[in-house]
């Protein structure tokens, strides 16, 4: 018989090879067109008819037999390679889990929120307004004249203005929007406006950069008994105190008359303060009613209709609020200090969207 086409040598071979295209090529060698076994089928012609028969038969018998050989291999080695794969990409579940970061609410945000929350159910709309503002509307409009004294209160940062337009500022309380709202609408208005606010200072209870919320509310009759119930009843939902002590005391500010600051109790235990009771007062806010000045400068008659305005500090609201004693954290950026007094958004229970 020839060499080559002895099933022990087959076999031989065939246990030899441990890849798919080895044996791809190891078949063709056989029973490819020019094949061992292929040729050797094809000169049975020339053979007798006995001859024929023999070796037709042997022929058949070797097909037959490296047939299942090259199908036992390929399935082994498919399997192999499965396994191989398997072994490979097998999920370390050992391994600990990648950490990922949720963002959380800043306390700033969340008191705003609050603060939006409680106001707008007593029918107050949010307004806001630009961080750089005309001199006009943040100190003239609101009776604060240029070299007016009252101006040392709010120092702040002028902008370079080298197209000789009116000055502007970077705004140093909200106030400025009552302007704006005041020229652009008609009384009825009941307005608050939270936001950024500017002034050149710097310690552990200021920032340059800060934020207040301003209320303005003018229609026919509202007087100091509207503008104190309302106060009251802000105070007493933010802190969710319902017997919390305060107090109006007499102040100035340009934009109204009379002008109070509202103050609220508190004790100091252990460096910690607790809001609410005891003999000691921090002041809270601002307000009054409004200036018949500050009407006429918005063109709005001051014989016909008067209101009140209040502004308050969110950063003291907060901090007072959430505990947090150096106000300096606010900014910092400090991821640390974020986790610690952020809010994780799905407690927030907060329905605004700002
Ligand atoms: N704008 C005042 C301030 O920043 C606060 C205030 C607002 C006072 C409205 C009275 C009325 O100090």
Redesign the pocket.
């Known amino acids: 018989m020839s060499s080559g086409l002895d099933k022990n040598d087959i076999a031989n071979k065939i246990s030899k090879i441990n890849k798919l295209t080895e044996l791809e090529s190891f078949r063709v060698q056989y029973v490819g067109k020019k094949g061992i076994l292929t040729s050797e089928m094809k000169s049975l012609s020339t053979l007798s008819n006995a001859e024929k028969k023999e070796k037709g038969q042997y022929l058949n018998s070797i097909k037959i037999f490296l047939e299942t050989e090259l199908k036992k291999k390929k399935n082994f080695i498919e399997n192999l390679e499965v396994n191989e794969k398997l072994k490979k990409e097998k999920i370390d579940i050992t391994l600990p889990p990648r950490n990922y970061e949720t963002g959380k609410i800043h306390p700033i945000s969340q008191t705003i929120y609050n603060v939006i929350d409680i106001f707008g159910s007593m029918g107050f709309s949010v307004e806001s307004g630009p961080d750089i503002e005309s001199d006009f509307n943040n100190f003239t409009a609101l009776n604060i004249p240029s070299h007016h004294p009252a101006r040392e209160?709010?120092d702040t940062f002028y902008v370079e203005n080298s197209s000789g337009d009116e000055e502007k500022v970077l705004r140093?309380?909200?106030?400025p929007v009552?302007v704006r709202h005041m020229l652009n609408s008609k009384p009825p208005i009941r307005i608050i406006v939270p936001g950024r606010?500017y002034r050149s200072d710097s310690d552990a209870t200021h920032t340059p950069m800060f934020h207040?919320v301003?209320?303005?509310l003018i229609d026919n009759n509202s007087n100091m008994a509207h503008l104190k119930g309302c106060l009251i009843d802000f105070l007493k939902e933010f802190f969710n105190i319902d017997d919390l002590q305060y107090r109006f005391r007499p102040s100035y500010?340009p934009?109204?008359e009379p002008?109070a600051e509202m103050d609220v109790a508190y004790t100091k235990k252990d460096g910690v303060l607790k809001i609410g009771k005891g003999n000691e007062w921090l002041e809270i806010?601002?307000?009054?009613m409004v200036n018949p000045r500050v009407l006429e400068n918005c063109n709005i008659d001051s014989q016909k209709f008067q209101g009140f305005?209040?502004?308050?500090g969110i950063e003291r609201l907060s901090m007072l609020k959430f505990g947090i004693t150096d106000m300096r954290g606010f900014f910092d950026s400090d991821f640390r200090w974020l986790n610690h007094y952020g809010f994780n958004p799905l407690d927030s229970t907060s329905s605004s969207g700002i």
């Open positions: 209160m709010q140093t309380h909200t106030s009552q606010t207040q301003e209320g303005l500010f934009f109204t002008s806010l601002g307000c009054g305005a209040f502004g308050m």
